[in-house]
């Protein structure tokens, strides 16, 4: 074996070890070009579309219950509203001008300061 040959072995040698070497770095290379484009669609839109639905589902159901707690509300004014109105029947002071007797007195003390025919 002469000088010659075990130079280029050696030369071939070191060359495969650079191309495995250069591989390994294009590799992880291409990796890290991979996860950095990822990252940057992720930050391109930091609100997802399972987010946004989540955010919109709970818009909604909180929309209902509100609407809900409305007409609740609605139907607990009115009830405390005839409970007044029975009450004041019940004691007597039937002060609603709706009625019968209280137009008639109205129509009687109109025609009396001669407002009314």
Do not use: C
């Not at 992880?28 to 990822?38: N, P, S, T």
């Not at 609740?72 to 409970?83: E, F, N, T, Y």
């Amino acid at each position: 074996m002469s000088f010659t040959e075990l130079s280029t072995g050696a030369v071939a040698l070191a060359a495969l070890i650079v191309a495995i070497f250069a591989f390994a770095r294009a590799s992880r290379a291409v990796d890290y070009g991979i996860a950095l484009q990822k990252w940057a669609n992720e930050a391109a839109d930091p609100v997802g579309k399972r987010q946004i639905a989540d955010l919109a589902a709970t818009v909604t159901e909180l929309s209902d219950s509100y609407d809900s707690l409305l007409e609740s509300h609605k139907k607990l004014r009115a009830r405390i509203g005839m409970r007044a109105v029975r009450e004041k029947r019940t004691n007597g002071q039937d002060d609603d001008l709706a009625t019968t007797r209280d137009k008639v007195h109205l129509r009687q003390e109109l025609r009396r300061r001669g407002q009314l025919p």
